[in-house]
């Protein structure tokens, strides 16, 4: 027992190891949170920067916008167009090609700059200054996207979309001026996150969908109809085999297929 209470450090000198390891534990842990800092506030600055541009903040929104089409299942070309000009001289960044030759318009350059530089506000006056220019930024981008002619009654659905591209600045939007979103849409602005985005897009990908089976049936029974319209003049026997292989109710059932989809 001797022995082993001679190789047992004091518990004083055990005492202050432990109190040495855990300031050197915190010293890490400020350090890790020192550094995470700076490169966070690093990369706002950066951000901020890039999207002083109006054609950086452009070309940031279209690449988000992008990424939603991807996901929705979008293809250019097909479902959508860019940067094709309309009538009147103006370039709207997206248009969706939806049934009947209509059309719907986006706008990606959302203004973002105060809402950083609220994010980087050294104090709280400084950041609801920033808060409120930012805010009125929007307004003024949706009062200019309404001038434009994207949303005419006689080519679309009489709205337009402006793409936000951060769902945190959607958020921020909604919190702290919750009649914007009502205004915009007064206005023929529909003012869309990424996840709004996302089921917009679904609705327009189902009428899609729905107006290439539509079309697609009235083919069927127009064909249906002609194969009818003919069979009528072949001799009797070829008559009643040709109505054999084609009921003389199948463009009747046809026609209720198209009108009641299964």
């Not at 022995?3 to 004083?12: F, M, N, S």
Request: net charge neutral; charged share 30%; hydrophobic share 35%.
């Amino acid at each position: 027992h001797r022995a082993k209470a001679a190789k047992a450090p004091p518990p004083r000198e055990a005492k202050k190891k432990e109190r040495a390891q855990q300031h050197g534990q915190f010293v890490e842990s400020l350090e890790a949170a020192t550094r995470q800092q700076k490169l966070l506030a690093e990369t706002t600055q950066h951000l901020r920067e890039a999207l002083a541009n109006p054609q950086a903040r452009g070309q940031w929104g279209e690449r988000m916008a992008e990424d939603v089409l991807r996901s929705a299942g979008m293809r250019e070309g097909i479902n959508y167009r860019k940067q094709k000009m309309i009538e009147g001289g103006t370039k709207p960044d997206f248009t969706f090609l939806l049934p009947d030759d209509n059309k719907l318009h986006m706008d990606v350059k959302f203004p973002v700059t105060n809402y950083l530089r609220y994010l980087e506000a050294p104090s709280d006056t400084e950041a609801a200054e920033r808060c409120d220019r930012f805010l009125r930024d929007v307004r003024d981008r949706v009062k200019e996207l309404n001038g434009r002619g994207y949303a005419a009654s006689d080519s679309t659905l009489g709205y337009l979309l402006l793409f936000i591209p951060n769902e945190s600045v959607y958020g921020f939007i909604h919190e702290n001026d919750s009649t914007l979103l009502d205004d915009a849409l007064a206005q023929q602005v529909v003012l869309c996150s990424p996840t709004t985005l996302f089921a917009v897009l679904g609705v327009i990908r189902q009428a899609m969908d729905a107006f290439a089976v539509e079309r697609a049936s009235e083919e069927i029974v127009g064909c249906a109809e002609t194969v009818e319209g003919r069979s009528n003049h072949f001799p009797a026997g070829r008559a009643r085999r040709s109505r054999v292989q084609l009921p003389g109710d199948a463009v009747s059932y046809l026609r209720r297929l198209v009108r009641d989809p299964v």
